[in-house]
């Protein structure tokens, strides 16, 4: 099983390089197995390598998911006694 997160591309780098952000945290990446990719995409994002585009939506929707799950696991081990 892999885990692989939307990310907005905010900058394209020499080298088929990227940079993403995602919750403030900015990454460099290899844009290689996306050559289309321009600034301003969602991509997805695995061990550091964007394997894919995504509409914007669709990545909302995902991250906005993920956050709930966040939620929801602190609000859990806050209960655990």
Same mark, same amino acid.
């Given at each position: 099983m892999c885990l692989a997160i939307p990310t907005q591309l905010i900058?394209?780098?020499p080298g088929?390089?990227?940079?993403?952000?995602?919750g403030g945290?900015?990454?460099?990446?290899?844009v #290689?197995? %996306?050559? &289309? #990719?321009? %600034?301003? &995409?969602y991509v997805i994002v695995h061990v550091g390598h964007a394997i894919g585009r995504i509409d914007p939506e669709?990545?909302?929707?995902?991250?906005?998911?993920f956050g709930s799950l966040a939620?929801?696991?602190?609000?859990?081990?806050?209960?655990?006694?």
């Open positions: 900058e394209l780098r088929a390089l990227g940079l993403v952000e995602l945290i900015r990454k460099e990446i290899s #290689a197995l %996306v050559p &289309d #990719a321009v %600034v301003g &995409d669709e990545a909302q929707r995902t991250l906005a998911m939620q929801l696991a602190a609000t859990n081990e806050a209960a655990l006694p």
